[in-house]
């Protein structure tokens, strides 16, 4: 063979070479992508910082409410037919603050904040 046949020949095998090499590259990258995409679950939403609760049971018992052991109580309002005012009623047991009111109102509500 000739020298010009044979830098011909080389030529062509390494522009071969070359387009293998570059498809096996672009396939390892298209791989990437679709690992990379796959869909990561979202965190849960924090409880709320702050928790209303009522009782309506205060003509029977006094509406007895106290908040969870991991809130403090903020506020207690009692409701009567005539108007609102806040509880006079406040027992502390056990470090839980349990807030009543008086048989003359009709409902409780209870503020509570997450500690």
């Known amino acids: 063979m000739r020298s010009s046949s044979m830098i011909l020949l080389c030529s062509v095998a390494l522009v071969a070479a070359l387009a293998v090499s570059e498809r096996a590259g672009t396939r390892a990258v298209l791989i990437e992508p679709a690992v990379a995409a796959t869909p990561v679950a ?3 939403p924090p409880p709320p910082a702050f928790r209303t609760v009522t009782s309506s049971s205060c003509s029977a018992n006094g509406c007895p409410t ?4 991991d809130e403090a109580l903020i506020s ?3 409701i009567g037919s005539t108007g609102a005012k806040f509880s006079e009623s406040l027992v502390v047991e056990n ?3 349990t807030a009543s009111c008086g048989p003359s109102s009709t409902s409780i509500v209870v503020s509570c ?3």
């Open 66 to 69: 106290t908040c969870e052991a």
């Open 113 to 115: 904040a997450r500690k």
């Open 76 to 78: 207690a309002i009692c």
């Open 95 to 97: 470090g839980q603050i």
């Open 42 to 44: 979202p965190a849960p």
